[in-house]
């Protein structure tokens, strides 16, 4: 079965410092897309950054980016400058087909890392 | 505003009780789906659409139905609640059926008693 993992149930950061959120994944597709979506109280999904496995520059938005690691099929999104507005809960994505062989696609889902910043 | 309206946002219902959860999006988007979040389970893939008139299985199907008669709308039936469906439902579509980009509704909170 395809996955994603979150192996950080929940992490902690003072405001302005630096923290890594970590994801691994499995798959046997050659090109695939990976996402970091969050949610804050609000309970809305916001994407937050996006990756496409053919690139092999890490992607960037802003104070947020990833280390992306094919190889070793890793998808970890560093949050610089933490603000309070950062507390909320990560997921960590992957598209994968729906049916093994077919062509339509789905999001799967990590269990989500909840992020606390302190002030 | 664009984007994906869910309504309701919060509904209690009965085991045993049918409603649907409506979906609407104005991005002209073919690809609708929906997915449900559990505690500690991440989201999950019920049911999805890549267009009007064309629906398909996801993960976790039983006890909900969908069908897609317009591009805008995808509304999620749930037959006969069970308690086991009590979940925060989440819409969302994409402008391809292999697209990267998604975008969610914000979510239905439905309990059942």
């Known amino acids: 079965a395809q996955t994603v993992t979150q192996s950080q149930p929940e992490m902690s950061v003072q405001e302005a410092e630096t923290v890594t959120l970590s994801c691994t994944y499995d798959?046997?597709?050659?090109?695939?897309?990976l996402f970091w979506y969050k949610q804050p109280p609000s309970r809305q999904m916001i994407l937050v950054i996006r990756?496409?496995?053919?690139?092999?520059q890490n992607a960037t938005e802003n104070r947020f980016s990833v280390n992306f690691q094919k190889a070793a099929k890793s998808f970890s999104l560093k949050i610089s400058d933490s603000q309070l507005g950062d507390a909320a809960m990560y997921f960590c994505?992957?598209?994968?087909?729906?049916?093994?062989?077919?062509?339509?696609?789905?999001?799967?889902f990590g269990k989500g890392t909840l992020l606390t910043v302190n002030p | 505003n664009a984007g994906v309206t869910q309504t309701p946002k919060f509904q209690v219902l009965k085991t045993g009780q049918s409603m649907t959860l409506q979906c609407a999006q104005d991005?002209?988007?073919?690809?609708m789906s929906w997915y449900r979040q559990d505690p500690g389970m991440g989201l999950r893939l019920i049911h999805y659409s890549v267009g009007a008139g064309i629906t398909d299985q996801g993960e976790v199907p039983n006890g909900y139905n969908v069908s897609r008669s317009t591009t805008e709308d995808f509304p999620l039936r749930l037959l006969s609640a069970a308690p086991s469906q009590t979940s925060v439902y989440f819409c969302a579509s994409s402008n391809r059926r292999d697209s990267y980009g998604y975008t969610f509704g914000s979510g239905t909170r439905l309990t059942v008693v």
């Open positions: 994505a992957y598209r994968t087909r729906v049916k093994s062989g077919g062509s339509n696609y789905k999001l799967t």
């Open positions: 991005m002209n988007h073919e690809y």
């Open positions: 798959t046997s597709e050659s090109d695939y897309y």
């Open positions: 990756q496409e496995a053919y690139k092999q």
